[in-house]
RNA sequence: CGGGCUGUAGCGCAGAUGGUAGCGCGCAUCGUUCGGGACGAUGAGGUCGCGGGUUCAAAUCCCGCCAGCCCGACCA
């Protein structure tokens, strides 16, 4: 390719503040272009570094026995009224009408329509187990995209789905994606922990991600310095100290409380650490329901626990007028007195003699002890894992920042089982499939390698998905004879890798500066950049330069060949 | 959905107290340069986000809307 036809320019001032660094680099560079918030066109240049994500991810899925086909992008929505998705995963899924007004979703995901296909097959356990995938654009209604590549509305994923006759079987796949996506990542030059983590909406009982670490995350996840336990913050469990164990029971008291709202004011007042409080919160579920979440008052709240154990979707905090007309007060809620359902987290166990509002403005309760002073409905471990905290086995917890490029999930039969989806099992009874799905962002892996691999210049690829090899760049001459002489010696270089199938780009413009074409190229990243010169030309050589090492020097034309391909072998 | 900020040439920006729009980059043409984003000259390019209002006059003041960016959407 001749960079004086590539479509895509180079800029030279970095967009308006981007957020991060490979937004900014792969819109400077040429590689994609905002349409708007959350939607990018992948230039010429870009798409072939998503193309050879996509190689790659497709090799291994193929040798890890997936096979490869492709779904509608526009989905019936009966089929998600099925699974009662509509209203679970609503709220990030597009629909569109045609002019019939039949309805369909926009693919955000492809449980439905893959069962949809596998139930009208009529299968029986002979033709088990399988994995098909597929590469498609999928969209999400993102309240809030975020600047780049790492959250957008639109994006190619490759999504796999696999189905068994049971749980055993499974698990052999499942543990055969985990191998095929460590696998990807590594070629991919991305080093992924795998976390433990929650399934969200899309149903199932457990699922991990594959996260990169890096500070421009969105996922935050809490492993041992071991790694022998690695989980994102939604479902990290930690093991609470028991507080003060020697301390004798107190008798309950209510008290004046001449203090703020906030579990500071009630450390501040009694100067007492916050573990000694009850913190008291009340939500709403979705379905209107109030409930009393209690913990020890240094510990946070984990919504994502919290909801798996109401059994609810989404929660609201309870408004203050809510609040008071439930008997309590904010700032001084407990949960003393108020006959609603209560869920206690199993940190209440490790604190005797709590201190705590009364329900009352400006009134407390000290010396509060559960069991004693209160119950609760549920206990369950609702509390966000805190820093400094120990696993069960007694580890200390570091926390990562990173962002998460693909995930796999057990579904179990929660999709074959709304949908009715089965197969003959031997002996002719009609059983449930159990299923599994994976999925890779493919645009998201791209925008990681690219926070991974650059410098202050610009991008440094990796070999294996780099754009092109080789960067060559022809300087101008001094005389019209050199000029040519340059040309010439290019032209055999440019002709000979490409009957080579060595990917090259020629920087061939003759208007431009040096400077301006060794910026542009250190910019662009190829992994090997190649100068043809008056200077080089004196020597018989061609100056050579890796995009990765600060050095350049000059080999023997005759040499580049086997240079070349020594440089190549080594991907 | 809440808060803050922004919207002027392809991009980055400047346009005070209202008077009819400018700079840099980029683009085009010519010349000089030619190993780290060269220089000179000339030129093209704008319903100042959209709609309404105030005014003799609005990019500028007022109202509404739209779009974008950042933060938050969580504890009482």
Not at 35 to 60: N, T, W
Not at 488 to 510: G, K, P, T
């Amino acid at each position: 390719m001749k960079y004086s036809r590539l479509f895509g320019k180079t800029i030279k001032e970095s967009p308006r503040e981007a957020g991060n660094i490979s937004t900014k680099l792969l819109i400077q560079g040429g590689f994609i272009r905002e349409s708007v918030a959350g939607r990018y066109y992948f230039l010429p240049l870009g798409m072939r570094v998503h193309d050879k994500i996509m190689q790659i991810i497709e090799k291994e899925m193929d040798a890890a026995g997936a096979q490869k086909m492709i779904t509608p992008t526009l989905h019936p929505l009966e089929l998600w009224q099925e699974t009662n998705r509509t209203s679970s995963a609503g709220f990030e899924l597009m629909k569109v009408k045609d002019r019939r007004g039949a309805e369909f979703a926009l693919g955000g995901t492809a449980e439905e329509m893959i069962v949809d296909l596998v139930r009208k097959f009529n299968l029986s356990y002979r033709d088990l187990p399988f994995t098909i995938y597929q590469f498609s654009q999928k969209f999400r209604d993102e309240l809030r995209a975020r600047g780049g590549l790492l959250r957008v509305r639109e994006f190619m994923m490759k999504d796999a789905y696999s189905f068994h006759r049971d749980e055993v079987d499974f698990k052999k796949e499942y543990e055969n994606m985990w191998q095929t996506y460590l696998r990807i990542f590594k070629q991919l030059g991305l080093n992924a922990l795998v976390a433990e983590s929650d399934n969200g909406y899309i149903g199932g009982e457990y699922c991990h991600e594959f996260i990169v670490e890096s500070e421009v995350g969105e996922s935050r996840v809490f492993a041992t310095e071991d790694g022998s336990y690695v989980a994102h913050e939604d479902v990290a469990v930690s093991c609470h100290d028991i507080m003060n164990p020697d301390e004798s029971i107190k008798e309950m008291e209510i008290k004046e409380a001449p203090r703020g709202p906030t579990i500071q004011d009630g450390v501040d007042l009694y100067k007492q650490p916050a573990w000694r409080q009850i913190k008291s919160v009340l939500y709403k579920t979705d379905q209107g329901k109030f409930v009393l979440v209690a913990l020890r008052g240094d510990l946070e709240i984990n919504e994502v626990k919290l909801c798996h154990v109401l059994g609810c979707l989404s929660l609201e905090g309870a408004t203050e007028d809510e609040i008071r007309s439930l008997g309590s007060e904010p700032g001084f809620i407990s949960p003393l007195k108020l006959k609603i359902k209560k869920v206690g987290d199993f940190s209440l166990k490790t604190v005797r003699n709590f201190y705590t509002g009364a329900d009352i403005f400006q009134k407390d309760a000290l010396n509060v002890n559960y069991g004693r002073d209160f119950t609760v409905d549920k206990e369950a471990d609702i509390a966000l894992v805190k820093l400094g905290q120990k696993t069960k086995d007694g580890k200390i917890f570091v926390e990562k920042l990173g962002i998460e490029v693909g995930n796999i999930f057990q579904l179990g039969k929660h999709y074959s089982s709304r949908m009715h989806a089965t197969f003959t099992q031997e002996g002719g009874k009609e059983t449930f499939y159990y299923m599994g799905c994976y999925g890779i962002g493919v645009g998201r892996t791209l925008a990681t390698i690219v926070e991974k691999y650059h410098d202050e210049r610009g991008i440094i690829w990796p070999k294996v998905i780099a754009p092109f090899m080789v960067h060559l760049i022809t300087l101008s001459g001094k005389t019209s004879e050199i000029q040519a002489n340059i040309q010439a010696n290019a032209q055999v270089v440019y002709e000979q890798m490409q009957a080579e199938q060595i990917d090259i780009l020629w920087d061939d413009r003759h208007e431009v500066s040096a400077g301006e074409k060794f910026a542009d190229a250190d910019l662009i990243g190829i992994p090997l950049r190649l100068v043809i010169s008056e200077r080089t030309l004196q020597d018989h050589a061609i100056e050579w330069k890796e995009r990765s090492q600060k050095e350049t020097h000059m080999i023997p034309v005759a040499d580049l060949k086997e240079s070349l391909h020594l440089f190549i072998s080594h991907l």
